[in-house]
């Protein structure tokens, strides 16, 4: 039967269990040459990817864990993520529309780094 | 995002298109470029885009100088098998850090890699069945292993535990191994992560344990039924697996456990109702059989899943009810004849509501029902008969009053009984039915000679003169004409007696009593049937028009002047009439008079007479001019010619015996007969007739 210990590290993976909570607080989401972006978590939940992570069982401590590199993403194409996040929350309502722009130069890119986060 | 980038990129790589000639290249991307813009607009990339992808990720690896390194798949999944066995500790309750984000970006990452790579280092299926396998290890190394050693209720509480667990590593690891869902999964319709990871459990282990779960659910189920108190929680999480395994079907749960427990419930049943028919009344077995589906269908609202409720109270009924419905009906002192004997309206309500929900289980209640009422119908008759034999002769009179007092009792009967088809039997058709064709029986019994219809209608009879020995109010005295519907009885009755004559319905002569609610007080006002007739009409509506009276009374104007003039302009007024003259006129409109009142508790209010005078005199008058007329025709008929005075002395001289006849009206008459070609003037002298043959 389960002990203390086991109980406690139950208990600690069964938090944040269900998809539909809305996280309050931000993450850091840091490219590859190290700049570093902080979102707000409503605004990371855009990507499936981070979303994942973000409502698994088992909750991130808000100071150290609530960061991810990309290694493999730069900073401009970070950037433009990370208003795509934005844009995505504000136009998702449906109300009004408006083109998102994506500069040509850094389409290919945007767009593997958009199939890496699901996004 | 990426349906955006990619349409971006479409309208950036239409280069060679004359068409969208203003984008400027920016770039050398020719592989990507050709290849990308076959790429779709859907949020997931074709195959064909899929593999542009994988090229672009290499050719822009490769520009900007850093090659991303091969992930070899043993290193790859070494690096997993890390991760997995973390999450392993975690569920076993080691002291384990948890996962960081960190963690948890790089093994998805390293999947994804794993999986973008060119071939032959594309490792997805490998993968796939990495990812399955660790299902398999851990659940037959550690789980089966805990759940084996254990029995009942701690294996119960085992299973549940693990298959928490269980959910939770489903979870996580199809997280990290989310990137396997989104193309190669997808593309070649396999089963997904998440129902692969459950699939595993149920396989390997709720195959094999599931027939030890169904039976120690069930003995705890029995346990319970006996009194005992167990852990309902944790038959609602187990019985909650069985739900869940079959991954949106009821399957398993229906057959593996469903099917067992209703066989079982029928066998417990079963058995107690074979010692409970014997030892119990029936209201004491009545009173625990509606206790035991109570408590069943409590069950399902414990632990049950709801789509047992119907089948299992099913069996309940079926085992207690169905099955012994003969001999509970039957029971000698305490059975349903007892019951209705003794008045036992609660335990009847009771019967009703049980046998209701079986098939066909209120007819045998039905007719004893009926068999009942009819003998209870049937021993007033005989003491009717006896009293009426019984009676010395000289007593004869007073046979009235016996067939009176039989009528009431029958009237009682029939209250009685109705009370009990709508309170005990809620008002079901069939007990309606039992309580008329028992009526039918007895009513057509005779009591000393006459048949109890002749009695109803004796009965009717005083009442319509009397008002009889008991005071009654209108209402009863509807209620008991309604029971016996009098008329037709009456008219049948009188048929009987009188074959030859006919029945003729004297409404104007007939009376009637109205109780009359005014603001002040309640007045009896004793009325002609028409003028009764015309006060109902304000109980449907407070005003109404005098043409509107003529229509709903369909008489004449003249009765209907005669029987407003009486309500409304003589000494009662119990209807207000606008205008308020005297006299009736078409245009008037009549109201309930609410405000009449009068020191008498009773009125009678009598019709103006009718102006019989004018009547008789015009009556009088139609003979006399018949007597002119062959007065006239027998003087012209023997003289053939006449002069006009001559005739009318004559007239006046034949007459004299029976009346003066008036000149006026005789030369009338003669006019009249000249039309009729009995008499014609003479051609040279108006003042003489001729007789015509």
């Known amino acids: 039967m389960l002990g203390k210990g086991e109980a406690a590290g139950q208990a600690h993976l069964h938090k944040d269990d269900d998809g539909g909570e809305q996280p309050s607080g931000v993450v850091k989401l840091i490219s590859a040459e190290g700049f570093e972006f902080v979102v707000d978590k409503k605004a990371a939940m855009v990507s499936n990817t981070l979303r994942n992570m973000l409502t698994s069982p088992g909750g991130f401590s808000e100071t150290r864990e609530g960061e991810v590199r990309f290694p493999e993403i730069s900073t401009p194409i970070l950037e433009k993520i990370c208003q795509y996040f934005y844009w995505s929350l504000h136009y998702s309502s449906g109300k009004e529309t408006s083109e998102f722009q994506i500069e040509p130069e850094i389409t290919l890119e945007l767009m593997m780094a958009a199939n890496y986060l699901d996004t | 995002m990426a349906s955006a980038a990619s349409a971006a990129l479409l309208s950036y790589l239409s280069l060679s298109f004359p068409l969208l000639p203003h984008y400027s290249p920016r770039g050398t991307q020719p592989h990507a470029a050709a290849a990308a813009a076959s790429a779709e607009k859907a949020a997931s990339l074709s195959p064909l885009g899929f593999r542009c992808l994988r090229a672009a990720a290499a050719s822009l690896a490769a520009m900007a100088g850093q090659e991303r390194r091969t992930i070899d798949l043993e290193e790859g999944w070494a690096f997993m098998q890390k991760g997995i066995t973390k999450l392993k500790n975690i569920l076993e309750g080691k002291p384990e850090p948890q996962f960081s984000s960190e963690d948890y970006m790089m093994l998805y990452t390293t999947i994804y890699n794993m999986c973008t790579q060119k071939p032959p280092h594309d490792y997805s299926q490998q993968l796939y069945d990495k990812y399955r396998e660790s ?108 739900v869940e ?370 009547k008789v005199v015009e009556d009088v008058d139609k003979d006399r001019r018949y007597a002119i007329d062959a007065s006239i025709v027998r003087i012209m008929k023997s003289r053939k010619v006449m002069g006009h005075q001559q005739l009318v002395a004559e007239c006046v001289e034949q007459l004299s015996r029976m009346f003066k006849p008036d000149f006026k009206a005789i030369k009338k008459r003669i006019e009249d007969l000249i039309t009729r070609d009995y008499l014609e003037r003479e051609k040279d002298n108006a003042n003489v007739y001729r007789y015509l043959a």
């Open chain 2, 245 to 614: 395994i079959g991954l949106g079907s009821m399957e398993c749960y229906e057959n593996d456990f469903e099917d067992f427990l209703l066989k079982d419930t029928t066998d417990y049943y079963s058995l107690k109702a074979q010692s409970w028919i014997l030892e119990d009344s029936c209201p004491d077995y009545m009173i625990k059989a509606e206790e035991c589906l109570k408590k069943e269908k409590e069950r399902v609202g414990h632990y049950l899943h709801i789509s047992s409720e119907q089948k299992l109270l099913e069996k309940v009924q079926n085992e207690l009810l169905a099955q012994y419905a003969t001999p509970l009906l039957e029971k000698e002192h305490s059975g349903c004849f007892a019951l209705l004997r003794d008045d036992k309206e609660e335990d009847l309500s009771r019967m009703y509501r049980l046998f209701s929900k079986i098939t066909r289980g209120l007819e045998p209640i039905a007719n004893m029902f009926k068999t009942h009422v009819t003998n209870e119908g049937t021993a007033l008759v005989k003491q009717a008969e006896d009293s009426a034999s019984n009676k010395k002769p000289e007593k004869k009179d007073m046979v009235g009053m016996q067939e009176q007092v039989f009528v009431w009792k029958i009237i009682e009967l029939h209250d009685k009984y109705v009370a009990y088809v709508t309170e005990c039997f809620q008002g079901h058709t069939l007990f309606h039915k039992a309580l008329k064709e028992a009526f039918e029986v007895f009513c057509n019994k005779g009591v000393s000679g006459s048949s109890s219809a002749e009695l109803l209608a004796t009965f009717c009879d005083n009442i319509l003169k009397k008002g009889c020995s008991e005071k009654l109010s209108d209402e009863a005295i509807e209620d008991a004409l309604e029971k016996v519907k009098c008329v037709e009885v009456f008219k049948e009755f009188y048929q009987t007696r009188t074959k030859h004559r006919k029945l003729t319905w004297i409404y104007s002569l007939g009376t009637c009593n109205i109780n009359a609610k005014f603001e002040a007080k309640t007045i009896e006002l004793i009325v002609t049937t028409y003028q009764a007739a015309l006060l109902l009409l304000f109980n449907g509506s407070d005003r109404l028009s005098y043409s509107e009276i003529v229509t709903q009374l369909n008489l004449s104007d003249d009765d209907v002047v005669r029987l407003l003039h009486s309500l409304s302009c003589a000494k009662y007024k119990i209807l207000n009439k606008e205008p308020a003259n005297r006299s009736i006129s078409p245009n008037d409109v009549f109201e309930f008079n609410s405000k009449f009142t009068d020191r008498m508790r009773r009125i009678k209010i009598p019709l103006p007479p009718v102006d019989e005078k004018k």
């Open chain 2, 135 to 242: 299902f398999e290890e851990y659940i037959t190394s550690m789980v089966l292993p805990s759940l084996r050693d254990k029995h009942d209720e701690f294996m119960l509480r085992e299973l549940v535990k693990r298959w928490s667990n269980h959910k939770i590593m489903v979870r996580w690891l199809s997280r990290f191994f989310f990137y396997l869902d989104r193309y190669f999964i997808s593309r070649r319709s396999l089963t997904p992560l998440e129902q692969v990871g459950l699939t595993c459990f149920r396989d390997l282990i709720y195959q094999e344990i599931k027939g030890q779960v169904k039976g120690a659910v069930i003995a705890l189920i029995d346990k319970e039924r006996e009194g005992e108190q167990i852990d309902r929680a944790l038959l609602k999480n187990v019985l909650g697996i069985f």
